[in-house]
């Protein structure tokens, strides 16, 4: 745990929160800005900042947690899909510095679902600039 910092309180019950999921490694609580009805947050309890420093472990218990819930959200809310989605970096929208994975239930009805697409998925990119970027992050990760 890190002193101030909100998602280590929450999961250490010192700051309340609507629970979902409890296991030794994970915390699941509701996410009080909800982007559909029923998203939620699954955190690990030991602190990591973000994506980049995240314990091997304690990333693979938090995304399995967050895909036991998924799976139960198909049954208990008849949702029509579910996003995960991670923020590493203020520039990629994080505001809280606690890893997080953020559990989406998706569903046709507009009225429990607010959260858009922010980009055009079948927009093609340039063949020479996506060439460039698979080669110099190969290279990084055969020196990595």
């Given amino acids: ?7 280590c309180d929450i999961a250490a019950g010192t700051i309340p929160s609507r629970p979902v999921a409890t ?6 609580f509701m996410d009080i800005h909800p982007a559909s009805d ?6 690990p309890r030991r ?10 472990q304690d990333l693979t218990d938090v995304t399995l947690e967050a895909q036991r819930i ?3 959200m198909f049954d208990a809310w008849d949702v029509d899909g579910v ?10 929208w994080q505001s809280v510095f606690h ?10 009805d507009k009225g429990k679902d607010r959260l858009v697409l ?27």
């Fill in 47 to 56: 602190h990591s900042t973000d994506l980049r420093d995240i314990e091997p």
């Fill in 83 to 92: 996003n995960l989605l991670n923020c590493c970096g203020e520039d990629a």
């Fill in 70 to 72: 998924a799976r139960a």
């Fill in 23 to 28: 296991t030794e490694t994970t915390y699941a």
């Fill in 99 to 108: 890893f997080h994975l953020h559990v989406i239930p998706r569903y046709r």
């Fill in 118 to 144: 922010p980009f055009e998925p079948n927009v093609p990119g340039d063949p020479d600039v996506m060439n460039d970027l698979s080669r110099s992050l190969s290279d990084a990760l055969k020196s990595a």
């Fill in 1 to 7: 745990m890190t002193d101030g910092c909100l998602f």
């Fill in 38 to 43: 029923g998203h939620l947050l699954v955190v």
